[in-house]
């Protein structure tokens, strides 16, 4: 007959520390399921937090997890043997989280968010084991010896699971190696003037070099043109490149483009009034929405096919914010505003263009000239240039209109002063400006700090067209002030100085 183990009966202490470490551990546990769910369903960045998170969460609990071990095996009712086991087999399954953790950053895949068992199940059981080791002292030592050890043989089969597990995403990592090899030589086999239609399947891989590669060896066919109207007739061009191209956006590539968007949209539209989740056409809607981008900002109207594109995504459930953004292809003020400002060659420039489309190119010692001349006859130069002062996201163009400013012929209107002016001000406001008691600073390195030479020079020219600049003069004579005296320093301080008495 088996004795009742009251004489092991542990302390209100044990019992209370083993409660409140099964609480914060539950908690943890809670946490750390909701990161992991999560794994792998971000940009690379975010991904990289979450698992940077997730191994956090996991050590801390686990070590949590250990000391309730050790507490219920030090002051429970666990036979030995069975206090060994868990000792080695919570330690132990710590690891295969991790490892299934692993598995579960990359949950699109086989076995897709199966792993999540292993996190879900171990933590409780571990906690159940504990407290009935130290709650189960008036049981029965047989019972008690039952109980623990099935509760040690489920933690054991739910870290054994870790194996088929990984055996199938070991299979799924194998044919993907062997497509990826595949992919290699097959693409390392096409002629340089193989036909577009055979360069857009090797578009579809997740590795941005190799599909770089494609798209430049695309941009060099001479005949891509046609090749791609005849793709667009067929219905087999994969129209999230059509602006990768290098393509000209002529008016019949522009009715067959409209026409392939209007039939690929046909299909997706849900006959029936249950909704279906937005995920299964999201690919689509984005490959619509770049080639209506570039359709559009090349001056080909799609407002017909972005109309029926939104009307089709908002019946899906849960749309994304790419919905909106069919009716923002609408506003007018697209419509041609890529080959306006940014388009693909300089030879698609004109005298619509914008200041902007003509600083793209300025930098191009082949182009330079050309560029700059073009620039001077835009009628609407100096209000391009205040458009350009005053977007905050376009730094590239500001730069480079402060750099060729004097060379522009410019009007020097009010707007135009103001926004120079205040530009102005806040760079000088950012140079360092050595004290008296510092060691003396040589004026080259002054030129340096302000990144190229055109402040100061297109601060005269503000001032000599009519430009209020008082006291953007004297902040100007203020800092060359405080660098050491050399000719080219004599020389701008004495014009900095004339202007600024001339006020």
């Known amino acids: ?60 609990l686990w070590l949590l997890l250990m000391v309730l071990t050790i507490l219920a095996g030090v002051n429970g009712a666990a036979p030995r043997a069975a206090t060994i086991a868990a000792l080695v087999i919570v330690p132990a399954s710590g690891l295969v989280t991790s490892a299934a953790a692993g598995l579960l950053s990359r949950p699109s895949i086989s076995p897709f968010l199966w792993p999540i068992v292993i996190p879900a199940l171990v933590p409780p059981l571990i906690v159940a084991w504990c407290l009935f080791a130290l709650l189960g002292a008036r049981l029965y030592a047989g019972t008690i010896k039952v109980v623990a050890g099935v509760l040690l043989a489920a933690m054991v089969a739910v870290c054994v699971s870790i194996w088929p597990l990984s055996q199938m995403r070991n299979g799924v990592d194998d044919q993907e190696a062997a497509r990826l090899q595949k992919y290699d030589a097959d693409l390392a086999r096409m002629a ?49 490149y059509l602006g990768f191209f290098n393509l000209d956006p002529t008016a019949a590539l522009c009715a067959k483009a409209r026409a392939l968007l209007g039939k690929r949209v046909e299909p997706l539209v849900l006959n029936n009034a249950k909704p279906q989740p937005y995920a ?22 799609c407002d017909a096919e972005s109309k029926a594109w939104e009307a089709m995504a908002k019946a899906y459930a849960d749309p994304s914010y790419d919905v909106h953004r069919f009716a923002e292809l609408r506003d007018p003020k697209q419509l041609g505003r890529i080959l306006r400002e940014r388009p693909e060659r300089f030879a698609m420039l004109n005298a619509q263009s914008h200041l902007r489309g003509w600083l793209k190119f300025i930098d191009d010692p082949g182009l330079q000239a050309q560029a700059l001349a073009g620039a001077r006859q835009t009628g609407s130069r100096t209000a391009d240039a205040v458009e350009i002062l005053r977007d905050k996201y376009d730094e590239e163009s500001r730069w480079k209109l402060q750099r060729f400013l004097v060379r522009l012929d410019l009007e020097a209107t009010q707007p135009l002063c103001a926004s120079l002016l205040s530009e102005l001000h806040a760079q000088f406001a950012k140079i360092y400006r050595p004290a008296p008691a510092d060691e003396p600073r040589p004026y080259s390195e002054l030129l340096q700090r302000l990144g190229t030479s055109e402040q100061l020079p297109n601060l005269i020219w503000l001032a000599r067209h009519g430009c209020a600049a008082g006291a953007e003069l004297d902040d100007a004579i203020a800092l060359v002030n405080a660098y050491r005296d050399s000719a080219d320093r004599a020389k701008m301080l004495a014009t900095l100085t004339a202007l600024r008495s001339a006020r």
């Open 1 to 60: 007959m088996n004795i009742p183990l009251a004489a092991t009966k542990p302390s209100v202490a044990a019992v209370a520390a083993a409660i409140i470490l099964s609480v914060v551990i539950l908690l943890l546990w809670g946490l750390q399921l909701v990161t992991l769910a999560g794994l792998g369903r971000s940009d690379a960045a975010g991904n990289g937090l979450a698992q940077a998170y997730a191994a956090i969460l996991m050590v801390v």
């Open 192 to 240: 340089a003037d193989a036909p577009l239609w055979d360069w857009t399947p090797f578009l579809d891989t997740r590795d941005g070099t190799k599909q770089q590669r494609v798209i430049e060896s695309i941009r060099k066919l001479d005949r891509r043109q046609a090749q791609a109207e005849a793709m667009l007739d067929r219905g087999d061009f994969p129209l999230r």
């Open 280 to 301: 299964v056409i999201s690919d689509q809607v984005s490959g619509a929405l770049a080639a209506m981008g570039w359709l559009v900002g090349y001056g080909c109207s």
